[in-house]
């Protein structure tokens, strides 16, 4: 088996499965319980935060655990929306934006919002002199991916951060769900940021907004008493400890794993581009941990279909999105509908082995084969 999907969800690390187990284990007291097994268990989550506040560079009041990235998009769009709407009711989003992203900003243009889309220039970048011209001074909120989800552009967060300090009134937020642990980026000036431990080797079923302190947010669930007034519900002990590990296992390697993998990209890349009907839809500005091409004509599905019969798993798109429609991200990048259609995302990690691409280029030339034999391509 092949495992090239690592940018929709990385295997836990053992280790950080390991903490989570003993913690299950070991500490069932209800961390808002007021006898001692209660704050030994809140003690720990203390513990905890205070460390992936300091490796994230924020304090550990501006850590609200929700239950994974769309949640903490949801927060974010739902959450600035209704506290802010007296203020104003435009919010600017950049193409690239995760279905997590678009689709509450979709209820709130229902609701009488009003949504522009940044565009991107040909390298897949923002065009900050568009989002100059599209700041009003109704806009509550500028939503920009650190790293997008299908092509792996990396955007100028620090850049746009920057620029938009000088709009007090707006509000920044950054998705990093596909960033952290892969690259550094400086998010002093991002006013809320999302991320996801399943992408780093942490578990499933949490997530972190980190929102400054200056922001405020209307919840989007209510209830009990948690770590934060701004998402109810029992903490999870386990999921804190684990997403506090994976993290510092995640920024301790992040150069190595980078250095590795940009190895791999390359080596990827360049056997693609051996072939003329193969368009990589990356650009300058892609992370190396994700490649995505095209053949025109035909489309991604059938692609996947092929590697999967060979045991090797790629995706389609974001692993999130209807599997017959175009990627809207590559057609926002190429403007080129066929290429949209057939665009295939491989993305890869430091767990993949040289081996496992040599498998794999080994397979994409044997389809190529049966494509051309079939008169396809
Ligand atoms: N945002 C981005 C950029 C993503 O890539 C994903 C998942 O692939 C999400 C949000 C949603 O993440 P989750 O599955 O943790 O809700």
């Avoid at 500490?27 to 030994?40: F, V, W």
């Avoid at 609701?111 to 040909?122: R, T």
């Avoid at 990093?176 to 992408?199: C, E, F, M, R």
């Amino acid at each position: 088996m092949i495992y090239l999907d690592y940018a929709a969800n990385t295997p836990v690390d053992k280790e950080v499965l390991d903490l989570y187990y003993e913690t299950t284990l070991k500490n069932y007291g209800n961390p808002n319980s007021n006898h001692k097994l209660g704050k030994m268990a809140n003690d720990l989550i203390k513990k905890s935060t205070e460390n992936i506040a300091k490796n994230l560079n924020v304090l550990p009041e501006e850590i609200i655990y929700t239950s994974g990235a769309t949640e903490s998009n949801n927060l974010v769009i739902q959450g600035i929306c209704e506290r802010y709407k007296n203020y104003g009711k435009h919010i600017i989003l950049s193409s690239l934006e995760h279905n997590s992203i678009t689709a509450p900003a979709t209820i709130m243009h229902e609701s009488g919002f009003e949504i522009d889309l940044i565009p991107i220039n040909k390298e897949g970048i923002v065009d900050l002199e568009k989002l100059k011209n599209m700041i009003r001074d109704d806009t509550i909120l500028v939503s920009v991916c650190a790293v997008d989800s299908e092509i792996g552009l990396k955007e100028p967060i620090e850049e746009i951060g920057k620029f938009l300090k000088d709009y007090p009134n707006t509000y920044f937020h950054t998705d990093a769900t596909q960033a952290i642990g892969k690259v550094n980026i400086d998010y002093s000036n991002v006013d809320l940021i999302t991320i996801a431990p399943h992408k780093f080797y942490g578990i499933g079923g949490i997530g972190i907004l980190v929102k400054k302190k200056k922001v405020s947010l209307k919840p989007i669930i209510y209830g009990g008493k948690s770590t934060t007034i701004f998402r109810s519900g029992t903490p999870v002990l386990a999921n804190i400890v684990s997403t506090d590990k994976a993290l510092d296992k995640a920024l301790n390697n992040l150069k190595s794993r980078y250095e590795y993998v940009l190895k791999l990209y390359n080596k990827i890349i360049e056997h693609l581009s051996q072939y003329n009907f193969i368009h990589i839809n990356n650009t300058k500005n892609s992370i190396p941990f994700t490649i995505n091409f095209s053949i025109k004509g035909i489309k991604a599905l059938d692609i996947a279909k092929y590697l999967e019969k060979k045991d090797i798993y790629v995706s389609t798109k974001t692993s999130c999105c209807p599997l017959e429609t175009p990627s809207k991200l590559v057609y926002a990048l190429t403007k080129d509908k066929s290429l949209a259609t057939s665009s295939v995302r491989v993305s890869l990690s430091h767990l993949t082995t040289d081996e496992e691409i040599s498998l794999f280029l080994n397979v994409i030339d044997e389809m190529i084969k049966e494509l051309k034999q079939n008169g396809k391509i």
